[in-house]
Every structure is written in C-alpha cells, then in structure tokens.
C-alpha cells in the first residue's frame, strides 16, 4: 500500500488527509498556532497516521510559514550585492538597509562589459559581517545569460556567510528587478525556513515517520523538504495551489473552466485552459513585490460570504472587509451569507435576524426581493473579474505574426465552485455566467486533497549563442561551451537530460509529459553573412497530479 | 500602488512587437533578429512591473487603413503581407491607446517601418510598403476628428515618403532632421523641399551634416523644432522614431547616443513615437529604445548609456557648429514666410509636378506626374498618374480638408477619366471615406 497524507495549514484551521489513491481513509481538522506551526502539524499529523506508518509513501504538506514570515515582515537580515549595468536607474530596488551596488555590467546578449571591483565586495562584506548578517544576496542584470559575476561574488563571500542566494538559481527567466526581489526574499526565510524543517524533522522522528516530506509551491506542483531548503521562497503563497489542485484530483475531466474558491472573506479566482491551471507568466507578487517565483495565475478578491453589506444609491458595496460575524450568527452587520439564509440555500443561523439584516439594507422591500438582488451583485462582482482575468490572458505580449495571428481568447466551458458557501450561491452563480456550474464532493477538504495528490512541477531554461559558442542553463548553474551546430533539437535533448535529472532528485519514478515553449531560433548575422544562431528554450513539468 | 517598482508620472503606452519571424531577406538589415536584443533589455528591465507603463499588443490593420493613405498598385491586397497590416495595426494601437486615454503617451516598437513609403506604393522601398505613421495620423482624423498634427522625423535618413504624402497639407507641420542627401539615401531632403502649393513652409527639412552629434540635434531641437511647435499648436506630436544616428549605426555616419535620443524626447514630448529605421542592433536600440521609453514615461534616464559612452567622444567642432546654425536659421526663416510664399502661388490653378521614385529594395523606377488643384477655401485636392513595372494608374485624392466644391470636382473627375489599357482609374476620398477603383473589363 503507498498511502500519502496531505495537508493544508490555512489562517486559523489545518486539514488533513490519509488518501490511499483517490480514496479518503481519515480527515480531520486542527485548531493552528501560527507561532508554533511545527507542533500544529506535528498533532494534526498524529490522527491521520496509518495503523502501520510504514506504510505511509510520502507526507505534503502546505503550509503558511513563509507567508506569516512576510506579512509578519519577521525576516531575516540581508546583504544584497547588486550590479544593475546601464538601464533604470537601481535605485528604486528597496532590499532594506544593507545593499551594496556593484559596478561593471553584462550585456543582454550575456557579455561581460566589465567585472566588479572585487575591493567593493570586500569592503561590503566586512560591513555586513560587522552588522551580524549572516544571509546574502547576489544579483546581477542578465545573470540568466551568464552567471558569473553572480557566481564569482558568491565564491569570494562563500567562506564568510553560511547562506548565499544567487540570482540566477531561482529562475532562468529574464526581468531583473523580479530577480532582485526574489533573491532577497529568498535569502531573508532562510533561518526561519530552517528552524521550521529542523522542528519537523524532530517531530517526524518522534512519531518514527522516515517516508519523504514534500511542500508545496505557488505553481500547483510540489518540492522535496529537503531540496526547499535552498529555495525557501518557493513555499509562499502555496494556499491558492492547494484548491486549484484540489479541484482537478476532485472534479474529473476538466478542460478549459473556471474555479471558484469562496470563503468568509476572500473569494479566489482560477483558470483552467486544457485541463492544466494557467500560470503567471513571470511569477507571485508578494507584498507588492514582484518575485520570479512560479505561480498559478490566481486572484483573490476581498468579498465572500462574511463581506459586510452596504447599500447607497441603489447599489450594493460588498466587502473588501469584514466585520464580525454575519447577522443571522450574532453579528452587527448585514453580509451576503444573511441573503443565503434568507432565501433558505443555508440552513444555519437565526432566519428571523437574517431577515432583519435585509430590512437594514431596503426598508422598503421584501426581505426575500433584497436577498436575490444582493447575492445577484456579489455573482456580477464574480463575473467582472473572471472577464478581467480572462481578458488579461488574452492581452499578454506575443512577439511574432504567428503568435498574434493565432492569438485565442479561454471560453470557460464549465464553472468549479469549492468553499463555504459553494451550494448556497451555486444557481444564480450559473445563471449570472451563463455557464454550468458544479460543486465537487468532498470539497470540504479540497486543499487537503489537492496538497496530496500533487506532483513536482519543474523548469529549466537554455540560452545558447553558437556564435558565441556559449550554453547557459541558468537553474542548474551550468555554462558552458557549445557547438556551432547546436541546434532545436539538441536544445530540447539537452533540457530532457536536465529536467530528467531533477527529476530523479525529486524521487519521481515515472517522468511526466516534458513540454518545450517560448521556443526561439534566431540567426545572427554580422555584416552579410550569418555568425551564428541563438537558441532559447523553456521546458517544464506541468502542474499536474501524481498518477496513481 | 507599490513603492518596490517605480512609477511613470506620465502614464505610458508600449506596442512592443519584434515579429519575430518577419524578414526582408535573412542578411537584410531588416530581418528578424533587428529588435530581438531591444526586447531581451525592455523585458530585463521589468517595464512590464512599472506602474503606468502598459504593454499593449498589435491590432492588425484593415485594408481600408492602407487605402485612406496610399495609392497601392495593384491593390494593398495584392502588396501587402499581414506583417504589414500588424505593423501598421501597430502604430494605429499605439495612438488608439493615447486617444482612448488608457495611456498619456504610446510608443509603437514596431516593424518593418514605414516612412520612405510614399502616396503611391509600386513595392518595397527603403525597407518600407506602407507609411505606418500616415496611416496611424489619417486614422485618428477619421476616427477621432483630430485635425493639426505635426510629425517630427527624427529617423537618421530623410522621411520622403511621410513628405510626400502631407506635402500640400497645411494641416501637418512635418520636420525631418536627417542626415544630409548628399552623403546618404534617400538623396533628398533639402530645405528648398517645403511643401506643395496649399502648405509651403508645413515641409521643414533640416539636413545635418554627417558626424552631428548631441550638441548638433540641441541645437536643432532648440531653435527650430520647439519654436515652430509653439507656434503650430498641433493637437498632436508625433516622432518618427528612426533610431540610426547612434555612432554605432552600420549603415549611417552621424555620431548621436542613447542619452542624446532620451533629452531630444524630453524635450519633444511627443505623444505618440513610432519607430523608424536604427540597425545597430545590439550596441544602439536596447539602449535608445530604453532611453525614449523612460523620457516619454518621464522617468530618470541619467543611467541609460551604452556600455562604452564616453562624453569625451561627442564634442563637435565649431565649423560643424556654425554649419547647422545656418542650416537652422534658414529654417527658420522658412517657416516665417510661409504666408508670403503661399500668396507668391495664389494666381495658379493647377500646379504640376514630375519626378521619378526608385524603389531599391527589388529596384525599379517609378514615373509620376502629380497636378495640386488648388482652392481659394481649403488645400484643393490632388491629381496622380504614376506608372512602373508595367503598371499604370490614375489616381484623385480629396483630403480630409478640402471644401464641398473640390470634392465635387474631383468626382467628376474621376468619372470622366478612363483607365488605359491595364492601368487603372482611383478615387481616393478621405471625406466620405471611401476607396474606388475603375478598369477595363477584359
């Protein structure tokens, strides 16, 4: 038997779960202590135990660490090395106190300009020492197309700082202010990422579990413990992962559709196109800081079944915030879940209140009339922004004719509708998308699930310049020298061998489906005759679950 | 709003489209590597995460854009790729958006280009079909009832195609500042071309000598460009955004950098750019484009300088100086007797002229004949005949200002003309808006 426990820690609940393949064998919920987090999940992981926990295959687990770390702003001291090169003037990056600009610069074809002054990092890391930083963060511009002035910072600071983040490690895509804020971010959740896994590790011992522990990202895929340690950032914002996850392992068949996650404050938006949950096209933005981090494309919006209610001039104002409790449950203000219960989609609560809560809205019409006009405008709501999203996908920049030409708009087939108040607003959520709309079972626990039946996602990108002769996979470190017959399909046997690789480090037995994109073959030509080629190709592991 | 990426005070449109599988030929200078290193720096530099700068894609122009402006023989259908309709959607998404207000400002990073393209389009000249920024200004006349533009060319080499077309347009002040004709193509571009009979002194060339530099462009942005755009008060400014003065240009000789592109944009503040020709690829348009972009969004561009700028490299000399000071007081001077030079041509009606359009690119001649029947009341309009490549055509335009009578005439015109053997007869009416065309049946 391969059993799997996934587990979801939101903001006050964890939930878990014993899945023996799609089957739920135990499920249950935990009060959390956001301050001890490890001990939270330590219990909760007790009562979903296998009666022999050798048979347990793998434990995933999603969890709020990082992201409590980053609206606790608990992060650790960082110092930054930064070689901005000619561009936007740097100074807008905001990495804290301890940045020390770089000078020198590689160009956008990966050449090196100049190299760094090496009396500036020294001096800057005796500053840093000084100050007790123990954590460093070493970005460059175009460090995806040569990493070296990244990797020579960190092997002259190497023997100073137990931990060094490099840029071009955390992604092979291009946008350096994202890389910036990646790097920091990362280099900053080091220590309490640390602490974290050390307590797990403790605790996994006590309850004598040696089965291989996953965390999951913000992309829909999962990450060994082991291999997170290096790039802590990636457990972030890994919440939305796990419902969208959910839903797929839960409602069977999916292909182009939208899902609908509505809780007491938030409602979070996804898309699903071909079966797979679109992804951002560069990654998170964290606290208003845009990061490089992977991520499915999702929104959260401030409006959910606890949202207080106003109504002036004729039209509803439904969130962002909430306040208290709904009426109907000993609350002050009116919210949508009063509606529901009014029109009797929810049994729960004290009706005679909810009705009240309806009357404080329109005194002058029927509690049930203002109940359906409510509900009506939180699903608008709804559907302007999935239209919004929607159309945000289809206006994201193409860069050549057959791109453009071809350019489609997703035309959702089908709404997935999870969360607290799924059933009561499933109908007029149909009508008002005029798309059939679904609850899937067990959807109670769909984040649980959904941590549990992922699968690791991976990405690597290559950047080769025959005429150059220069091949840069940026996410394994490599640079190296290639070819002047280095071609498309030696770019893709090349990145199969790389993903292949990381994928066994990741313990997965049987490789998924690799997909090649951005494919980009250029030649260059230097006065009348072509120097060259340069190639650039993206490969990954869809988000996608464990087949079973 | 977030304080981790920085903000455009003004808020800044950008159609940014490589066409990545667009050439002219591999080797030509056109081809499709020309803004691949452009895009890797604007992408690198997080554009897309500032606040106020929005990425838009291209719209793929119709036809019916193409034949608002130009005489296309045979037909813009038979000319023209989609690549061509995307560049010119391009510019026209660019001014859409500035329109529109989405955006303060729009620059379309487009290609292939488009002003050597003239009123009649026989094939591909000077890398151009179709004139891009024609289109786009005809567009928003039609679409947004825009009236005065003016149209700053910038683009190392002379904007005849651009000239050609808003010629007898009083309407549109164009100024192309180029590099001397006598030492590069197209080969024109003198002061004395000034404007047809309806708009002398709308045409203002100022022919550079070859090594100008940022002293040299000051200067003319100073004492020409910025007074006559004063004194114009266009509802919209356009640059023709030819980035091929860069000292690093391959197929040019001024000595003009990314910082000297980014203060002429400051300056300028146009509303609309549109890129031109620039083909040093690597060592001059990731860092121009960048610097244009930042001076349009009116962001800090103090760091955009090629990794070999050395100030020391463009000080010109004082004969150079006094050279392009003459060439700006002619000008100037220029424009100021535009109203007398206007009454010098009142007495006549019907004011021809000739001349012989070469087309480089697959090398043929074009001969033409051009009549401006001109009115007391509005800008007349315009009789064509233009044959090449065994081809013939007739043509009358009737601008967009032109009064009730001159269109009247200029129908009848059209109706009472018959084609010539293959040739064909057209009737052009940027009022009603309409396009047509007559032939011999067989």
Known sequence: MALIIGIDVGGTHADGVLLDGEKILVKNKVQVDQDNLSDSIIALLKTLLPDSPADLARIHLSTTLCTNAIVNETFDKVGMFIQAGPGMNPNFLDCGEHVCFLNGAIDHRGHIIKSPDQSTIDDAAVTFKDKGIESIGVVTKFSHRNNSHEQDTHDRLADSFPHISMGHRISGLPNFPRRVYSTWLNAALKSRFMFFKEAMENGLQQLKINCPCYILKADGGTIPFTAASDTPCESVHSGPSASVMGCLALQKNIHDAVLLDIGGTTTDIAIFADGSPLLEPYGVTIKERPTLIRALNTKSIGLGGDSAVSYTDKDFSIGPQKEGPPLALGGNVPTPTDAMIVLKTLQIGDGAKAEQAMLQLIPDQTPEKTAVQLLQAFANRINQVVEQMIEEVFSRPVYTVAALLNLKRINPKEIILVGGPAKAIQQILADTLQLPCSVPEHYEVANAIGSGRTRPTLQATLYADTSDGTLSIPETGYRGTVRSYFDMSDAEARLTEVITTMAAEFGMEKIPEIDFLERQEMNTVRGFSSSGKIISLKAQIRPGLEQL | ?442
């Open chain 2, 1 to 442: 709003m977030s304080h981790f990426m920085p903000t455009a005070p003004n808020p800044t449109g950008l159609v940014l489209f490589p066409a990545f599988d667009w050439c002219i030929s591999p080797t030509h200078p056109e081809r499709e590597e020309r803004l691949l290193y452009t895009k890797d720096q604007l992408i690198e530099e997080g554009l897309e995460d500032v606040e106020n700068i929005s990425f838009f894609n291209p719209e793929i122009a119709q036809h019916k854009d193409i034949d608002r402006v130009h005489i296309c023989v045979p037909s813009s259908q038979k000319l023209l790729t989609e690549s061509h309709l995307i560049s010119a959607g391009g510019a026209i998404r660019a001014a859409r958006a500035v329109m529109d207000k989405q955006v303060k400002k729009a620059f379309a990073v487009v290609r292939p280009p488009g002003h050597h393209a003239m009123q009649t389009v026989f094939g591909d000249r000077g890398f151009c079909i179709v004139n891009i920024e024609a289109i786009m200004v005809e567009y928003i006349r039609r679409h947004y009832g825009v009236r005065k533009v003016a149209i700053v060319d910038t683009d190392c080499h002379h904007g005849d195609g651009t000239q050609d077309i808003f010629y007898n347009d009083p309407d549109t002040l164009f100024i192309s500042l180029h590099q001397d004709g006598r030492t590069l193509y197209p080969g024109t571009g003198f002061i004395h071309e000034a404007g047809g009979p309806s708009a002398p002194g709308y045409t203002i060339n100022l022919p550079l000598p070859p090594a100008t530099s940022e002293e040299g462009f000051d200067m003319a942005m100073e004492r020409v460009i910025m007074p006559l755009l004063d004194d114009f008060q266009p509802e919209i400014i356009i640059n023709s955004a030819g980035q091929d003065n860069h000292y690093t240009d391959p197929i040019t000789n001024m000595n003009f950098t990314a910082q000297g592109y980014a203060r002429l944009n400051r300056l300028l503040n146009p509303d609309i750019c549109v890129l031109e020709g620039g083909y040093s690829i690597e060592g001059a348009l990731p860092y121009t484009n960048l610097g244009i972009i930042l001076a349009m969004a009116g962001l800090d561009t103090s760091n955009v300088k090629e990794p070999d700028y050395d100030p020391r490299n463009f000080i010109q000399s004082a004969d150079m100086n006094s050279h392009i000071a003459t060439v700006c007081d002619q000008a100037l001077e220029l424009y100021k007797q535009r109203d007398r030079l206007k009454k010098d041509l009142a007495g006549e009606k019907v004011v021809k002229t000739s001349k012989r359009i070469f087309y480089d690119t697959t090398g043929f001649d074009v001969e033409e004949e051009r009549s401006y029947h001109t009115c007391p009341h509005c800008p007349g309009f315009t009789e064509v005949t233009a044959s090449g490549l065994n081809n013939y055509v007739h043509a009358f335009t009737i601008p967009f200002n032109s009064c009730k009578k001159c269109r009247d005439r200029a129908k009848d015109l059209y109706r009472t003309t018959d084609p010539r053997g293959f040739g064909s007869v057209v009737l052009q009416d940027r009022v009603a808006d309409t396009y047509e065309v007559k032939k011999n049946k067989n």
